[in-house]
C-alpha cells in the first residue's frame, strides 16, 4: 500500500472542516425546518439562511485557494473506479456548494418574500416574482439537498475507509491535526 | 480514532462495521429530524392537508381563505405609530398599500353568506425594500390558544364521527366564548364594513430601544350596518366581491389603525383571551383602499402574506401562531404556486 504523505495547506484544511460543520448543519435545520409549525421554525429558517449566505461565501474562497494551491496526489496504487469517484464527487461537491445557496436565494426572490439575513440584512432579490420559476428553483433545491446529504455520506464513509482500511494517508492530508500513528 | 493493529493482508470486518454504523447514526439522526421516525409531529403538510374540503383543495388557490379579491391603495402614516416601533412605515409619510379581503373558508364553491369569519391580508411597503405583511380577520378574538388546537379544530369540524365536536369542545373550553360570539355577533353585507384584528401578538421595538408587546386592528370608517343572516343567504354566492367592486366606484374606503399595547399580566402568548378594554390605544394611520381587481391576475395573487414578513422595529412575541402561520401558508405558497397553471390568470373573480 502506497502511503502518501503530502497535505492540504493549512488554510485549505481549516476551509474544509468549517464548511463541514457548515454543511453539516444545513441538513438537519432544513430538513428540520420544513417539518415543522412550532416557535423554532422562525429561528430555524433565519439560521438557514444566514448559513446558506456564509456557504455561499465560504465556497467561492474555497475554490478559489484549491484552484491555487491544488490538491496532493492520490496514492497511486488507488484502484482507478475509486479515483474516478473521488474526482467525481469533489467536483459535485463544489458544484453543490455553490449552487445550493445560489438556488435557495432564487427561490425566495422568485417567491417575492424579502431575503433578510440576521441584522437586518437585506440581500437584492436575484429574480423577479415567477411561479414556475419558483417551482422549479423549489424542486431543484429540495431534490438536489437529498443528493447533496447522500454525497456527503459517501465522502464520509470514504475518508474513514482511507483512514481505517486502507492507512493510506488520504485522510491524514485533510486531517485537522497531524497524527502520529506507526 | 485510532484503528486495530492488524497485518494489511487480512480483511479488517472491525473497520468497515464501525463505518457503516457512522453512516446510519447520521442518517437516522437527519430522518429523525425530518420527522419521518415521528409521525404524530405536526407537520405543515399535515396542517395544510387537514384544511383541505371533502372535495379536495381547488388547485391553485390558497389552502385557506380561498375566497379573495384584490385591492390596491395606500397606508398614511400620521407619525405617532413610532413612538413604538422604528418600522419605516410609521414615519409620518404615504406608504403602498396592496391586500385582499378574503373569507375563512377553504372551500372556493361555499357561498359567502355561510362563512362567518371575513378577512384582510395586507402589505405596506417602505421605500429601501422593506415590507409589512399581516393577515386579519374580523373576529375580536381566535376560536382556540394554540396551533394544536387549531389542527384539532379542523380535524374534529371535517370529521365523520358524530361527536368529534362535542369532544374538542369539551377539551377546549375557550371555544365556547368564540361560538356566543358567532351566534350574536352582526352580520354586515360588505367587506368595507368590517374591522380587522391581528389577533396575534408582536413585539414592537422603538428607535430607543423600548419594546411593547402588541396587537393591532383595521376599524372601518364605514358605518356598519348589521343585516341578518337570512336576508345574506338570498343573496348571490359571490355578493362580497360584487359589493365591493361595486362600492368602490364611488370613492375610496378607508380604516384606521389602532395599535393595542399590552400590559404586564396580559395574555400574550393566547389570541383566544382578549385584553382588557382600557388598555393604551394608539391611532397610528390610516389605510385608503382605492381600487379592486379580481384575483385571478390582480396584484395580491403573488403574495405570500406571512404575518411574519416583518419590518425593523417589528418582531414576532410568544404567541406561537406567527410561526406556525408562516409555515403553513409557505406550504400553501409552495402548493398553489406550482399548480399555477390550474388557476389562469385571465380567469375573473375567483370561481374557477
Not at chain 1, 417575492?112 to 431543484?140: E, F, I, K
Not at chain 2, 369540524?157 to 369532544?167: F, I, Q, R, V, Y
Not at chain 2, 430607543?208 to 350596518?225: C, D, E, K, M, N
Amino acid at each position: 500500500m502506497i502511503r502518501i504523505t503530502q497535505r492540504f495547506k493549512p488554510v485549505q484544511r481549516a476551509l474544509h472542516w468549517l464548511m463541514a460543520a457548515c454543511i453539516l448543519a444545513m441538513f438537519f435545520i432544513g430538513v428540520g425546518m420544513v417539518s415543522t409549525i412550532a416557535p423554532k421554525y422562525l429561528p430555524l429558517i433565519a439560521t438557514h439562511k444566514w448559513l446558506g449566505s456564509i456557504i455561499l461565501v465560504l465556497a467561492v474562497v474555497r475554490l478559489a485557494v484549491r484552484w491555487h494551491y491544488g490538491a496532493p496526489p492520490l496514492p497511486a496504487d488507488l484502484p482507478a473506479p475509486m479515483k474516478l469517484a473521488a474526482e467525481l464527487s469533489h467536483y459535485v461537491l463544489y458544484f453543490l456548494m455553490i449552487v445550493m445557496p445560489l438556488l435557495g436565494w432564487g427561490m425566495l426572490s422568485a417567491a417575492n418574500y424579502p431575503v433578510v439575513l440576521a441584522g437586518g440584512v437585506h440581500l437584492p432579490m436575484l429574480l423577479p416574482q415567477s411561479d414556475s420559476l419558483h417551482t422549479t428553483l423549489w424542486n431543484a433545491h429540495f431534490y438536489l439537498a437529498f443528493l447533496f446529504f447522500a454525497i456527503v455520506l459517501l465522502h464520509l464513509a470514504a475518508a474513514l475507509f482511507h483512514a481505517l482500511v486502507r492507512h493510506d494517508g488520504v485522510f491524514e492530508a485533510m486531517a485537522p491535526v497531524s497524527r502520529r500513528d506507526s | 480514532m485510532s484503528s486495530p493493529n492488524q497485518p494489511p493482508a487480512r480483511v479488517a470486518l472491525g473497520p468497515l462495521i464501525f463505518i457503516a454504523l457512522v453512516v446510519a447514526a447520521i442518517a437516522a439522526a437527519f430522518a429523525y429530524t425530518a420527522g419521518w421516525l415521528s409521525p404524530q409531529r405536526l407537520t405543515p403538510n399535515k396542517v395544510v392537508a387537514a384544511f383541505a374540503p371533502p372535495g379536495g383543495p381547488a388547485l391553485g388557490h390558497r389552502r385557506n381563505h380561498v375566497k379573495g379579491i384584490c385591492f390596491t391603495g395606500f397606508f398614511e402614516a400620521n407619525g405617532a405609530g413610532s413612538g413604538l416601533s422604528e418600522a419605516p412605515m410609521f414615519r409620518t409619510g404615504q406608504y403602498p398599500a396592496i391586500g385582499r379581503f378574503n373569507l375563512a373558508t377553504s372551500d372556493i364553491k361555499a357561498a359567502d353568506a355561510t362563512v362567518r369569519i371575513r378577512g384582510m391580508a395586507l402589505q405596506i411597503a417602505a421605500p429601501g425594500g422593506q415590507v409589512w405583511r399581516t393577515a386579519m380577520i374580523d373576529s375580536p378574538f381566535f376560536p382556540v390558544s394554540t396551533p394544536r388546537a387549531l389542527y384539532g379544530l379542523v380535524v374534529a369540524s371535517g370529521s365523520k364521527e358524530p361527536d368529534a365536536m362535542k369532544t374538542f369542545a369539551g377539551a377546549h373550553p375557550e371555544l365556547g366564548h368564540f361560538g356566543a360570539w358567532a351566534q350574536s355577533a352582526p352580520w354586515t353585507g360588505s367587506y368595507a364594513e368590517e374591522p380587522y384584528n391581528s389577533l396575534n401578538s408582536f413585539v414592537f421595538t422603538s428607535a430607543t430601544g423600548a419594546t411593547s408587546v402588541v396587537r393591532w386592528s383595521f376599524l372601518p370608517a364605514t358605518q356598519p350596518v348589521a343585516i341578518p343572516p337570512d336576508e345574506l343567504a338570498k343573496q348571490p354566492p359571490d355578493f362580497l366581491e360584487q359589493e365591493i367592486t361595486q362600492r368602490i366606484k364611488s370613492g375610496p374606503l378607508h380604516w384606521t389603525l389602532v395599535i393595542h399595547v399590552a400590559e404586564s399580566g396580559d395574555k400574550t402568548s393566547d389570541p383566544s383571551q382578549e385584553w382588557p378594554q382600557n388598555r393604551r390605544a394608539v391611532e397610528v394611520g390610516k389605510l385608503t383602499v382605492q381600487d379592486i381587481e379580481p384575483e385571478a391576475n390582480g396584484p395580491c395573487r403573488d403574495i405570500n402574506f406571512d404575518p411574519t414578513v416583518l419590518p425593523t422595529g417589528m418582531g414576532t412575541s410568544d404567541d406561537p401562531f406567527p410561526a406556525a402561520r408562516s409555515s403553513a401558508y409557505r406550504r400553501s405558497y409552495d402548493l398553489r404556486t406550482a399548480e399555477a397553471a390550474d388557476y389562469p390568470a385571465t380567469a375573473s373573480g375567483a370561481t374557477p
